[in-house]
């Protein structure tokens, strides 16, 4: 049985405003032809499909395409896991009709025995048992309790996730003959954290290391994480990373992981590079070092322009028009420029009147205290973040019809 790992598409990212979907379109194109080519028995997408609970109509089409296409393939079954950025509905909304498409879909939690499946080959034999483990929201994993201290909620939040795998564990005892596979949407410790990630809960609340997956699990699909890696050096445990670098500051190496099992042994694993459909290029130094910079980067043959982000040091005062001017002449695509602080060398870099959409929420509202001369201390940090993760659920439809 071979499976194919990925997660944290984000459909529908968008980056300083522009969007990200003509990237996504060619790398979902080339994800098909590697299934084609490779014949993995499963497919999973360990969350974040979309960017947002509301993503455009665009995203919507890029993804039942995708999942229309897959199931013309040889591949036996997809399964697609809800992220912290999705939302439960919109996720769970077609299930029913995916299924008949070999897509097995569990937006949210669900009891354990509900988020099994069961994959089966032609001749209705079954291949495997998957515990499609999604982002488990902390109303998922306890109950709060009044006047508890962060290091209570901390431990009260990771039992609850090590408390929901070992539920979907003892649900697929029945299933001992079969690799056990397990996915999750979650932060765990020895992953790389790329500038990309949304905090799952408040910052590292909830986080966990390997010893929170039941040791039956044979092979554990994350997502959450955009760079690829191990959980505690465990081969078997890992993140597949985001196939497209999703800022500036993340990593441009990107790949899937191909899992293959001989029974219940996995056998092999292997990381399949995915293609960089467009570059994201930081640059930095004086304006005649920039200018030159351009040039080298405009001398590939790419199919989409590379964008850029550009740090100048000695601003002159026509710096942004000489830069545009060339970086027009060479079809390159500027988002940003940026100055230095006090004229460059080792001096602090500080954007120049950034735009709100460079800003995180987090950002906004710090200097939205700063402005009315108040100190965003942890306490207060805290109370907002745990005030945006209600705001940003309600506004996503999670609360699946409740009062709130």
Not at 156 to 165: E, I, N, P, S, T
Not at 220 to 247: F, N, T, W
Request: glycine share 8%.
């Amino acid at each position: 049985m071979k499976l194919l790992h990925t997660s944290d598409w984000h459909l529908g990212h968008r980056l300083l405003e522009r969007s990200r979907l003509e990237e996504q379109r060619l790398f979902l194109d080339w994800l098909v032809d590697l299934v084609r080519s490779e014949n993995p028995d499963l497919l999973i997408l360990a969350g974040d499909v979309f960017d947002t609970g509301t993503p455009p109509n665009a995203a919507l089409e890029l993804y039942y395409d995708f999942l229309y296409r897959i199931s013309r393939t040889s591949c036996r079954g997809t399964v697609v896991t809800g992220g912290n950025h999705d939302s439960v509905s919109t996720l769970n909304a077609p299930r029913q009709l995916l299924n008949r498409f070999r897509v097995h879909v569990v937006g949210g939690a669900m009891p354990p025995e509900d988020e099994l499946f069961i994959l089966r080959d032609g001749e209705d034999s079954p291949l495997a048992c998957v515990g499609c483990v999604p982002f488990l929201r902390e109303r998922d994993l306890r109950q709060p309790r009044a006047g508890e201290s962060i290091g209570e909620r901390d431990a009260a939040l990771v039992a609850g996730l090590r408390d929901h795998y070992q539920a979907v564990s003892r649900a697929a005892s029945g299933y001992k003959e079969l690799p056990f596979i397990l996915t999750g949407h979650l932060l765990a410790a020895g992953g790389g954290r790329s500038s990309s990630e949304r905090d799952l809960y408040v910052g590292t609340l909830g986080q966990v290391d390997s010893s929170v997956f039941p040791a039956s699990a044979d092979y554990c699909a994350l997502g959450h994480l955009h760079r690829r890696g191990r959980v505690d050096g465990k081969e078997h445990i890992r993140y597949s990373g985001s196939p497209l670098a999703l800022d500036f500051g993340d990593e441009t190496r990107k790949s899937l992981v191909l899992a293959e099992f001989d029974g219940k042994q996995l056998a092999s694993l292997e990381e399949f590079p995915v293609p960089v459909f467009r570059r994201l290029v930081s640059l930095s130094g004086s304006l005649p070092e920039i200018i030159w910079q351009l040039e080298d980067v405009a001398g590939r043959n790419e199919e989409l322009s590379p964008w850029l982000d550009i740090s100048v040091n000695d601003p002159v005062p026509d710096a942004q028009e000489r830069i545009e001017e060339a970086s027009g002449a060479l079809s390159l695509e500027i988002l940003r420029v940026r100055y230095a602080k006090n004229g460059g060398g080792d001096e602090t870099w500080e954007d120049a009147d950034p735009h709100l959409s460079e800003l995180s929420p987090l950002e906004v509202f710090k200097r939205r205290c700063e402005s009315r001369g108040e100190e965003a201390d942890d306490e207060l940090i805290r109370a907002y973040q745990e005030l945006l993760v209600i705001a940003e659920s309600n506004i996503a439809g999670e609360f699946r019809g409740e009062d709130v």
